[in-house]
């Protein structure tokens, strides 16, 4: 399950892990105009853990989502 909200300044994903087995914490995707944050509470911690992605490593990781194995690097074309 998952939810959509849009905040005055962000997009905010919430990603529910359900299930009958080991279910792990929600993640919260947040993006913003010039990153993405995903933070997932840490129970053994106690504390938030917080990446931060610019936008070309976003679209990077939407790119490799499609492509095999391998090393790549996306070349906008010259218009």
């Known amino acids: 399950m998952f939810t959509i909200e ?3 300044d962000a997009t905010v994903v ?3 892990d359900e299930g009958q087995t ?6 919260i995707v947040s993006a913003l105009d010039d990153c993405v944050t995903i ?3 840490d ?3 106690r504390q938030e853990n917080l990446i931060t992605l610019s936008m ?4 990077d990781l ?4 499609d492509l095999p194995e391998g090393m790549y690097r996306i070349v906008e074309k010259k218009k």
Do not use: N
């Not at 939407?62 to 989502?65: E, F």
């Open 56 to 59: 070309a490593q976003i679209s």
């Open 14 to 16: 919430t990603l529910v």
């Open 62 to 65: 939407r790119a490799a989502l």
């Open 6 to 8: 849009h905040d005055f």
């Open 22 to 27: 080991h279910l792990q914490e929600d993640v």
């Open 39 to 41: 933070s997932q509470y």
């Open 43 to 45: 129970p053994v911690r």
